[in-house]
Structures are given as structure tokens and as C-alpha cells.
């Protein structure tokens, strides 16, 4: 059981991480969103993936 609590715990850092990481490619996005048109792309695909991440990090936070 111990060993559940652990990787259970893995996992809620790692999805911490991940929207970490998400917020830190949506702002470099929006900053230099003028500057390149493939950017406005990756921006929204970003924002879907955030959005998703924080779902499932409200899910997360519900099972323990």
C-alpha cells in the first residue's frame, strides 16, 4: 500500500509539472505571438492541453 501512495503521489507532482512547464510555453507564446504565425498554432494547442491538465489535476485533488 505504501508503495501505491508513492507513485499516486509521483503522479500528482508530475501533473503539477507538466502545467509548470504549459504556463511557461503559453507565455513565451503570447509574448512573441507577433513574431512568428506558427506560434498563434502552438499557442492554442497549449491552451487546449493547460486547459486539460488542469482538469485532470482538479480530478486528481478529488481522489485523495
Known sequence: MEDF???FSL???QITSNIDLLEIV???C???FDK???LRTI???VEIIL???K???ENFDNLI
Open 5 to 7: 501512495a508513492k507513485k
Open 51 to 53: 486547459k486539460e491538465q
Open 36 to 38: 512568428c504565425r506558427g
Open 26 to 28: 503559453k507565455s513565451y
Open 43 to 45: 499557442s492554442s494547442l
Open 11 to 13: 503522479v500528482g507532482e
Open 55 to 57: 482538469v485532470l489535476a
Open 30 to 32: 503570447d509574448y512573441n
